[in-house]
T-cell receptor, first 112, second 114 residues
């Protein structure tokens, strides 16, 4: 099976812009979670989607949002970008009944 | 709230030496426990996991970890380190019961000297 894929892999934006990141889970996985990784804060949970519904949410401002489609693909959006949003954004998928999360390669976002 | 502590930010070992990376967690019940590895610029690769049963779990690349409930620890070990093991290692805890949120430690960066 193909692994979790994320597009784009790299992105450069300027402050105030918005960005959309995409994640395709492993085939058959219905749960998708997003994490932000920064040198200062480490890995932090953003949100989790299952069957097109947000099931869990981390402690991030409302500028961070996401959605999931009927084919389990997920997108996350960050509006009004700030310099502090520069990070590696990781997507992970898991199968129903298995708590193991499998991660994609990440999207590295740089905000100038 | 659950938390994970990896006391060692950076560890340096010689190739062929043994390795132990420490992980302590704080959680109200028996959690699911994971070790992931991340090479520079890459995502996280699952090394091993503990859900229940035998407290010594084997993973990929010759790694193993031991769950010790009395010490709230889940230390990662490898008997002989290879230069390709140089990477950052993350311990994570996840709740049982279907919520898909992982809490990660800050990571331990491993350097391997030739």
């Amino acid at each position: 099976k193909a692994g979790v894929t994320q597009t784009p892999r790299y992105l450069i934006k300027t402050r105030g812009q918005q960005v959309t990141l995409s994640c395709s889970p492993i085939s058959g996985h219905r749960s998708v979670s997003w994490y932000q990784q920064t040198p200062g804060q480490g890995l932090q949970f953003l949100f989790e989607y299952f069957s097109e519904t947000q099931r869990n949410k981390g402690n991030f401002p409302g500028r961070f949002s996401g959605r999931q489609f009927s084919n389990s693909r997920s997108e996350m959006n960050v509006s009004t970008l700030e310099l502090g949003d520069s990070a590696l954004y990781l997507c992970a998928s898991s199968q129903t009944g298995d708590e193991t999360q499998y991660f994609g390669p990440g999207t590295r976002l740089l905000v100038l | 709230a659950q938390s994970v502590t990896q006391p060692d930010i950076h560890i340096t070992v010689s190739e062929g030496a043994s390795l132990e990376l420490r992980c302590n967690y704080s959680y109200g019940a028996t959690p699911y426990l994971f070790w992931y590895v991340q090479s520079p610029g890459q995502g996280l690769q699952l090394l091993l996991k503990y859900f229940s049963g035998d407290t010594l779990v084997q993973g990929i690349k010759g790694f193993e970890a031991e769950f010790k409930r009395s010490q709230s620890s889940f230390n990662l070990r490898k008997p002989s380190v290879h230069w390709s093991d140089a990477a950052e290692y993350f311990c994570a805890v996840g709740p049982q019961g279907g919520s898909e949120k992982l809490v990660f430690g800050k990571g331990t960066k491993l350097t391997v000297n030739p």
